[in-house]
């Protein structure tokens, strides 16, 4: 079983930057790629960003290429999504997901946590 607690989520103003974090348990947590959603209100949840176990390989969205950064860190069981130049239009609930393999379906995921909430004013 795989937990995924996300956090660093807040306010910020068009242009600014926040790091989220994605504290994750489980013995075989450093196996998994891991992945960054999204939902706004009223849409359904996307893709963001994944990455692979190894941390290798990523794959992005691509309106957040060259503003966003994921990294792992496979000790510390966590992943980190590094959000610069901020939008308006990026402001949603970000949830962390977990799969056996790099992809971008929601149903590709295992595991997924409760998600933080990014606003981003303008």
């Known amino acids: 079983q795989v937990q995924l607690v996300e956090s660093g989520g807040g306010l910020v103003q068009a242009g600014g930057s926040l790091r989220l974090s994605c504290a994750a348990s489980?013995?075989?947590?450093?196996?998994?790629?891991m992945a960054w959603f999204r939902q706004a209100p009223g849409k359904e949840r996307e893709f963001v960003v994944a990455?692979?176990?190894?941390?290798?390989?990523?794959y992005y969205v691509d309106s957040v290429k060259g503003r966003f950064t994921i990294s792992r860190d496979n000790a510390k069981k966590t992943v980190y999504l590094q959000m610069n130049s901020l939008k308006p239009e990026d402001t949603a609930v970000y949830y962390c997901a977990a799969a056996p393999q790099i992809a971008t379906m929601t149903s590709e995921y295992d595991y997924w946590g409760q998600g933080t909430q990014v606003t981003v004013s303008s």
């Open positions: 990455i692979s176990w190894s941390g290798g390989n990523t």
């Open positions: 489980g013995r075989t947590v450093r196996s998994y790629a």
